[in-house]
Nanobody
């Protein structure tokens, strides 16, 4: 029963920065991947970036070189550092974790998913 708690959203002017946090509670054997998603009003949910258990990270082209995903292993927390924010970055941001509850499920590639409730980021011009 992994739960994700997000924080860090708010109002910022264009060109500013914000850091979103995604804290995971509960135990799990390992994670397959962690992703940050966003959904703007009237738009489809979009994958912003994803980190795999092997350490590889990929970003959508629109945020590449501006956003950075990182992890604090001790705190079991993932971050999304957002720099040079633009008005088009305004959206609800969601944290997603795909994980394996135990070694048996990991060997079977049987992953479970956890989602945060979302945090609103508003970028003003």
């Amino acid at each position: 029963q992994v739960q994700l708690v997000e924080s860090g959203g708010g109002l910022v002017q264009a060109g500013g920065s914000l850091r979103l946090s995604c804290a995971a509670s509960g135990s799990f054997f390992s994670f397959r991947d962690m992703g940050w998603f966003r959904q703007a009003p009237g738009k489809q949910r979009e994958l912003v970036g994803r980190m795999t258990t092997f350490g590889s990270i990929q970003y959508v082209d629109s945020v590449k070189d501006r956003f950075t995903i990182s992890r604090d292993n001790a705190k079991n927390t993932w971050y999304l550092q957002m720099d040079s924010l633009k008005p088009e970055d305004t959206a609800d941001y969601y944290c997603n974790l795909n994980y394996f509850a135990d070694i048996s499920r990991a060997r079977q590639a049987d992953a479970m998913a956890a989602w945060g409730k979302g945090t609103l980021v508003t970028v003003s011009s």
